[in-house]
T-cell receptor, first 115, second 111 residues
Framework: AQSVTQLDSQVPVFEEAPVELRCNYS??????LFWYVQYPNQGLQLLLK??????LVKGINGFEAEFNKSQTSFHLRKPSVHISDTAEYFC?????????????FGTGTKLQVIP | SQTIHQWPATLVQPVGSPLSLECTVE??????LYWYRQAAGRGLQLLFY??????ISSEVPQNLSASRPQDRQFILSSKKLLLSDSGFYLC??????????FGQGTRLTVV
């Protein structure tokens, strides 16, 4: 069975500082990996995805993530955060289960950008 | 392009009343459909998923049920709401693309 672990439930960071949100996954087969962002009272928006190829994936809003197969990690990074990045971030893994792509989410990390 | 609609956006219901939340997808056929619940501090919990009309799988036992009467329609229901059913409910789909696409969510408050 697949699972996703986001160790940090909240991450405070000052504006213009770098940030890393951690994500580790477990799965018995090759997987697809995603990061989503959720602003208050809204649905989830896809930030970036790893399907295959280059392990460094660039997404929207200046975010990037690196797939590390040996460490089963997919950490999200941004070199300089803005106030508008304050939101909750979810890591997810998709695996072929019973003939369909099942998506499993982590518990989320709340990023609070401090002015 | 594909779009997903979910309504209502907010709902306040008394304990013991019925519930019906609807989700429809446009621009794709035979999508996989999902209902998630997001409770404070608990992340996203998968409630139900469906790979086709009339095919519903439940991930967790609960007071809710789901139905898929048409290919692109997914309904979340309850006969009698409990206080613990309060939360933010999200509908999602995937299929041709492997990533999930989400609706805007329904904030349900049971009073």
């Amino acid at each position: 069975a697949q699972s996703v672990t986001q160790l940090d439930s909240q991450v405070p960071v000052f504006e213009e500082a770098p940030v890393e949100l951690r994500c580790n996954y477990s799965s018995s087969v090759s997987v697809y990996l995603f990061w989503y962002v959720q602003y208050p009272n809204q649905g989830l928006q896809l930030l970036l995805k790893y399907l295959s190829g280059s392990t460094l994936v660039k997404g929207i809003n200046g975010f990037e993530a690196e797939f590390n197969k040996s460490q089963t990690s997919f950490h999200l990074r941004k070199p300089s955060v803005h106030i508008s990045d304050t939101a909750e971030y979810f890591c997810a893994v998709s695996d072929l289960v019973g003939g369909y792509q099942k998506v499993t989410f982590g518990t989320g990390t709340k990023l609070q950008v401090i002015p | 392009s594909q779009t997903i609609h979910q309504w209502p956006a907010t709902l306040v219901q008394p304990v013991g009343s019925p519930l019906s939340l609807e989700c429809t997808v446009e621009g794709t056929s035979n999508p996989n459909l999902y209902w998630y619940r997001q409770a404070a501090g608990r992340g996203l919990q998968l409630l139900f998923y469906s790979v086709g009309i009339g095919q519903i799988s439940s991930e967790v036992p609960q007071n809710l049920s789901a139905s898929r009467p048409q290919d692109r329609q997914f309904i979340l229901s309850s006969k009698k709401l409990l206080l613990s059913d309060s939360g933010f409910y999200l509908c999602a789909w995937n299929g041709g693309p492997v990533e999930a696409f989400f609706g805007q969510g329904t904030r349900l408050t049971v009073v």
